[in-house]
């Protein structure tokens, strides 16, 4: 059991005060309409939006995931999500402005207005309902389940499912109440205070006696668990193959929550919510830095020093490496900081899903189809009773049944891996339809089946293999399959104005109407290798700054050409919006 002092428990209930109070001071009527529940009006500014993305990725189960990585693969195991570092970059450089001009009120309504005909509100209904509604309870079943695991840590005295079910209600409460700009305020405080406190809690542990600083850490881990980049001589860390194919081919094929091929989710909505082109190019690129470079190193320290403290822990318990220095001696205060870090980035997660679900569930499905017509009041109140629902299922799955979807879940992310190429090419080639993306749906888990299941090549092989033949033959269909409304497409050329390249076959016959639109690829290719030479030269100085010096000689330098390239990149991607032109 962890004992608690006063200024803990001052701590621990901060953070509900400040949401309440954040409710308060943002009452408006914004969010009694479904363009204000679900969008802010479009009037999020740039750091809030992005800021409130960070926070969403930032779960209550993150720093236990980076726990377990590092224990087992060293820091070169971080590469298993740092790629989608690319991914990111790629959706703010290329997509963060076309998502703003499609005027789409979720990622889904994008299909409505690209695709046409009954082949487009079946794709349509049919991701909202699996997305928003059966793969959304999935995903915070995971958070739930680890949040569970949290609470058994620090309150091992009571109920766990008693105190989830009272965190959850919270959550519905302010979610129902604040809208999305309400949700997205609370998680500026609630991002600062989780990562704020992550930085402490790593900065005390390290001076613990039996750790001994940075320099006594190092000394007692083998060198091998503090390599930056996957070996090729050692059988430690991430395997080079791997490594090289989430470089080249996973970033743009995969579905991933958060890392979208071609943006999506949740990061699509705070893009669609925030006020012009220029603030969805801000806030995205303000989320990848954040999420892939200002965050991790806290972790990163506080997983090396669980080895040191803790090196019994099984695979299973091992993430649990990072909560387990809260009963060494901390200073007074820090263990209920350490709780409300937890707790905001927990109901971050929560308000996000529950908001966005119900985005898909109400604005793609139930409007759309069930129930026409009818006013904002009525929508909002069906809105109120399904995340009330997804979050009573959540916690359901999380208490009983999280072990029986567990290969399902795996199954399902591993199975995406064939659809990534047509939520991109969507956007650049006028002939693909809502009957391609329906066929990538279907070809993904078949290709799946017959790589991992069939011939059984394994992790990452069966989505190299996966996401190649569906490309090919996602690319052949496309001249079979037909295609949309030709004035339909047209529209949505003009109104998103994407690099031309791949849309002239449009206009044959009507050539005189065809406009080729400033697209500065350029730019948006140097501002994506740019940015992810600022986050992995910044990543490995923090390395050196902290205890490998000699790399500053080669990251600094990197590092300043990847901040300037950057600021260079993204000056003409802002000149290059409407609002400056």
């Known amino acids: 059991m962890i004992a608690f002092s006063i200024l803990d428990h001052v701590l621990f209930f901060l953070p509900f005060l400040v949401i309440f109070s954040i409710l308060y001071l943002n009452r408006n009527q914004e969010a009694r309409t479904l363009a204000g529940y679900f969008q802010a009006e479009g009037k999020l500014g740039w750091f809030v939006a992005g800021t409130a993305m960070v926070a969403t990725t930032f779960a209550a189960d993150t ?20 790629y989608m570092a690319i991914g990111g970059l790629v959706t703010v450089f290329f997509f963060s402005k076309l998502w703003k001009r499609s005027g789409a009120k979720t990622d889904l309504e994008l299909i409505a207005i690209r695709y046409s005909g009954k082949e487009a509100s079946v794709l349509r209904s049919f991701k909202a309902v699996i997305i928003g509604g059966v793969l959304n309870i ?6 739930n389940l ?3 695991k949290i609470i058994q840590v620090f309150f091992p005295e009571y109920s766990e499912i008693l105190i989830l079910l009272i965190l959850i209600l919270i959550g519905i409460i302010y979610t129902s109440f604040g809208g999305l700009k309400g949700i997205s305020f609370i998680d500026v405080f609630q991002f600062f205070l989780a990562w704020g406190g992550c930085v402490v809690y790593a900065y005390f542990i390290l001076g613990l006696p039996g750790i001994g600083g940075v320099s006594g850490l190092v000394e007692k881990i083998a060198p091998e668990k503090v390599n930056f980049y996957p070996s090729f001589s050692s059988s430690i860390g991430l395997p080079v193959d791997h490594f090289i194919i989430m470089l080249t081919v996973i970033w743009w094929s995969s579905w991933y929550p958060g890392a979208e091929p071609g943006g999506g989710g949740y990061i699509a909505q705070r893009i669609l919510a925030t006020e012009n082109e220029d603030s969805a190019i801000k806030s995205s690129l303000w989320f990848v830095l954040a999420h892939y470079f200002l965050r991790p190193w806290p972790w990163i320290l506080v997983a090396l020093a669980s080895l040191v403290a803790f090196p019994d822990l099984t695979d299973k318990e091992s993430g649990k490496g990072f909560l387990l220095f809260l009963n060494e001696g901390l200073p007074m205060g820090l263990k209920g900081l350490i709780l409300s870090a937890f707790l905001a980035a927990y109901l971050s997660t929560l308000a996000t899903h529950l908001n966005w679900g119900a985005s898909y569930l109400v604005f793609d499905f139930w409007k759309p189809v069930l129930q026409k017509a009818k006013t904002d009041r009525y929508y909002l109140n069906v809105t109120y009773a399904l995340q009330f629902l997804t979050g009573a299922a959540s916690l359901l799955l999380a208490v009983y049944g999280m072990e029986t979807v567990k290969g399902a879940w795996v199954f399902l992310l591993e199975s995406s891996s064939g659809i990534g190429f047509v939520l991109i090419a969507r956007w650049f080639y006028w002939r693909i339809s809502a009957y391609t993306e329906i066929l990538a749906l279907i070809l993904s888990p078949v290709c799946y089946i017959l790589f991992a299941i069939i011939l059984k090549l394994e992790f990452p092989y069966t989505i190299l293999a996966n996401s190649l033949t569906c490309t090919g033959l996602l690319i052949i269909s496309t001249f079979i399959l037909p295609t949309s409304n030709p004035a339909m497409i047209k529209e949505f050329y003009f109104k998103v104005r994407p690099p031309h390249f791949f849309w002239k076959g449009l206009f044959e016959g009507d050539s005189k109407s065809f406009k080729v639109f400033p697209n500065g690829l350029y730019h948006s290719f140097l501002g994506v290798i740019s940015g992810f030479f600022l986050i992995v030269s910044g990543l490995q100085s923090i390395q050196g700054l902290l205890w490998e010096t000699k790399i500053l000689y080669v990251s600094i330098p990197i590092l300043l050409t990847s901040v300037l390239l950057l600021r260079f990149s993204l000056k003409k991607s802002l000149n290059s919006s409407p609002s400056k032109q």
Do not use: H, Q, Y
């Not at 720093?63 to 740092?82: D, F, H, Y």
């Not at 999935?138 to 958070?143: K, S």
């Open 63 to 82: 720093p236990l995931a980076v726990t377990e990585i590092v224990r087992s693969k060293g820091i070169s195991g971080n590469w298993l999500w740092w």
């Open 138 to 143: 999935i995903i915070l079943g995971w958070v």
């Open 146 to 148: 680890a949040m569970l």
